[in-house]
């Protein structure tokens, strides 16, 4: 069975930088390295956005993040981070790390940017 857990996040000042960590407990190793793993982040009364996706060694970003965070991935340890630098009050959200071949979600971590 597999299940995503996340870890990192928390409160920042605009510019600074943050790690999120992601990982896929139950995953085997082909379906890891095949997958589309993504990080998508949520806030209030808003949908659900695709923040960076990797499948492979093919990253994908949303033109926000461009140039500012960095999606990787580490097949040994099953898992995926999300590097965030200089961060703005705009990416304040609760942050999901995502598979796409299981379509399950991890528990979801706070993000906060202060200006």
């Known amino acids: 069975q597999v299940h995503l857990v996340q870890s990192g996040g928390g409160l920042v000042q605009a510019g600074g930088s943050l790690r999120l960590s992601c990982t896929y407990s139950?995953?085997?190793?082909?379906?890891?390295?095949?997958?589309?793993l993504g990080w998508y982040r949520q806030t209030p009364g808003n949908e659900r956005e695709l923040v960076a996706t990797?499948?492979?060694?093919?990253?994908n970003y949303q033109d926000s993040v461009k140039g500012r965070f960095i999606i990787s991935k580490d097949n040994t340890r099953r898992r995926t981070y999300l590097q965030m630098n200089s961060l703005k009050p705009e990416d304040t959200a609760v942050y999901y790390c995502?598979?796409?071949?299981?379509?399950?979600w991890g528990q979801g971590t706070q993000v906060t940017v202060s200006s």
């Open positions: 139950g995953m085997i190793l082909s379906v890891f390295t095949s997958d589309t």
């Open positions: 995502y598979s796409t071949s299981r379509r399950l």
């Open positions: 990797i499948t492979g060694s093919t990253t």
